[in-house]
């Protein structure tokens, strides 16, 4: 079968949260959108607090194999975690960054909501500048940026080039 087959997952806001608008979400690379459940109930958590435009569209990676495929099919070699195309309304997310230890390896934006911030703010700035889109995501300066997950209360600071 096509690993790339899409399985589609509409979340309702009525169901999720009045904070989240409804958001289509595409799972890709699975049958069975619950095989990709790693993935998709964290990425529901992170999107009560992250609010896309309600007709932005998130596509899910979830296998490493739908991640290569996605990225050859974005030309978004450089990054392992995300990217975003301005303009097909969507945001390409690797499921793989829900199921890593925090920090985040290789980025700095150290977990998966302020991947998720940090790809709003090219929403936002309706750009492709990376230090911009930190700075739209509310990043004042992309070389500090704070775990935001309960376990972790920990402000981690990354080497800034002089």
Same mark, same amino acid.
């Given at each position: 079968m096509?690993?790339?087959?899409?399985g589609y997952?509409?979340?309702?806001?009525g169901i999720?949260s009045?904070?989240?608008v409804a958001?289509k979400v595409?799972v890709?690379?699975?049958?069975?959108?619950?095989t990709c @459940?790693?993935?998709?109930?964290p990425l529901i958590e992170d999107?009560?607090?992250?609010?896309f435009?309600? $007709?932005?569209?998130?596509?899910?990676?979830?296998? @490493?194999?739908?991640?290569?495929?996605?990225?050859?099919?974005g030309?978004a070699?450089?990054?392992?975690t995300?990217?975003t195309?301005?303009?097909?309304?969507?945001?390409?997310l690797n499921?793989?960054?829900?199921q890593?230890?925090?920090p985040l390896?290789g980025?700095?934006r150290?977990?998966?909501?302020n991947?998720l911030?940090?790809?709003?703010?090219?929403?936002?700035?309706?750009?492709? $500048?990376?230090?911009?889109a930190?700075?739209a995501?509310?990043f004042s $300066?992309s070389a500090?940026?704070?775990?935001?997950?309960?376990?972790?209360?920990?402000?981690f600071h990354?080497s800034s080039p002089?």
């Amino acid at each position: 079968m096509n690993p790339l087959r899409l399985g589609y997952i509409l979340l309702l806001a009525g169901i999720l949260s009045t904070t989240v608008v409804a958001q289509k979400v595409l799972v890709v690379g699975v049958k069975r959108p619950e095989t990709c @459940a790693f993935a998709t109930g964290p990425l529901i958590e992170d999107l009560k607090d992250v609010s896309f435009p309600k $007709d932005w569209r998130i596509a899910i990676a979830c296998t @490493a194999i739908a991640w290569k495929e996605l990225q050859r099919k974005g030309d978004a070699f450089a990054t392992n975690t995300a990217y975003t195309n301005l303009k097909g309304r969507i945001t390409i997310l690797n499921g793989a960054i829900y199921q890593q230890p925090l920090p985040l390896r290789g980025t700095t934006r150290r977990t998966p909501k302020n991947v998720l911030r940090h790809e709003l703010g090219h929403i936002v700035c309706q750009c492709g $500048d990376e230090d911009k889109a930190d700075h739209a995501a509310g990043f004042s $300066d992309s070389a500090w940026l704070a775990l935001d997950t309960p376990q972790i209360h920990r402000i981690f600071h990354q080497s800034s080039p002089s």
